[in-house]
């Protein structure tokens, strides 16, 4: 990631100043898909007047860490919902057309503010030097002491851990404690780079190695030289590519697509992976020769439901970070929101957790944040097992729809007779949509 790239989500971006790497993203569909592949710290909102001012508030909740600009046209500021959505969001906002000279102080303001942000709280998404894994259940504890011991090692490691549960901070952890800390951490979620693009993101290719390829161009794998790799859903790496990535496991040297000549890399691998791989393996869906090149060193994160002492300091957590800047009138939860939040199952982990306080802290209108900000309204027991209970069914039937549809959200929504924007926020509720989810096809726009 270059320090200048922007995620402009909408149409007709504005033309940029010089020295701004563009990322554009037509719908926050296609913007969700970019960020996961390549994450960054400022994003320029784009607003049609026909937009969906709910589809962008539920992106723009999932993606609250981007320093967003917003640019509207003249008469969706006079509609309460943008201008709500501008306060919650955003930390400046142009009328289109745009003032070019303006954009460019704002672009350099969001800048500035990205980097003190990065500097107090390593928030960017790239900023590993103190991936803390937040928590002080017993199994948190003991997984920091494996990571210590794994950090010293030099062979591979691979993470197992449901989804949202915290293994990319696990993998920066080993990263920050090894002795290559001083190196770059490359992280490359492997599903949600597309099929015909990942052989050469990862190992790069020569000039005229296909129609396109104008120039020379080192892989991802090349970039972590000195440092770490981590290619997270592992799982879903093509087997043509799973043999390459053997080949680098055993060699310590790639190839280049269209290259010839092998170039040596010094990067230690990280994977991680929320499907169980030995299944994988059984179904012939993953090479068992990789799987043991890189299971030598194993952790396992646990799921959230199973380190429930962990709840509430993580919830206080989140909660402190969010609140200096943008809720400074809130003091907390409420004792019933605090035991909603013990009470419930956490299906989607801890970016479930981050995404509820963080919906909650902009739905609450008290000084406390209540149940039902977070969503887990607590009550009579019959209705509340009842609300569960329709939780749980809802999650289920998207987990097996998308399983059905081989992840294509079209496929998915058609065959649960939703619209694919429903999807896309059903998702987002259960904190199924996360940054680093494993990625979701989209058959409208691929
Ligand atoms: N123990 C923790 N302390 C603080 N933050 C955490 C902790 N665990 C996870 N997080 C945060 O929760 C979010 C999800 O974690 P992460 O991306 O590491 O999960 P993951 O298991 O890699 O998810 P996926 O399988 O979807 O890729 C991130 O924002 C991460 O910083």
Known sequence: MTTKSILCVGVGVPCLPAGWELIAAATPAE???????RPCAIGLLLVQETDSCEDLNAFLLDHWALQWIAVLPPAALEQACWRQLVRDHCIDYHTSPVDSERLRHALGH???MAALRADADGASPRAVGDATLTGQSAAITRLRRQIVKVAAASAPVLIWGESGSGKELAAQAVHAHSPRRKGPF??????????ALIQSELFGHERGAFTGAARDKRGLIESAQGGSIFLDEIGDLPMELQANLLRFLQEKT???VGGTRSIAVDARVIAASHVNL????QRGAFREDLYYRLNVL??????LRERR????P???HFFHTFSSERAPRLKGFSSRAAQAIRDYDWPGNVRELINRVRRAMVMAEGRLILAQDLGLETGAPAPQQLDDARIRAERDAIDASLLRAGRNITLAARDLGVSRMTLYRLLAKHGMAGSSRPSYTDGQSE
């Open 31 to 37: 913007a969700r898909r970019h960020f996961r592949a």
């Open 110 to 112: 969001a800048l500035g």
């Open 186 to 195: 490359v992280p490359i979620n492997c599903g949600a780079i597309p099929a």
């Open 254 to 256: 790639i190839y280049r």
């Open 278 to 281: 030995t299944q994988a393996v």
């Open 298 to 303: 194993a952790l396992d994160v646990p799921p």
């Open 309 to 312: 002492d962990d709840l509430m």
């Open 314 to 316: 993580l919830a206080e």
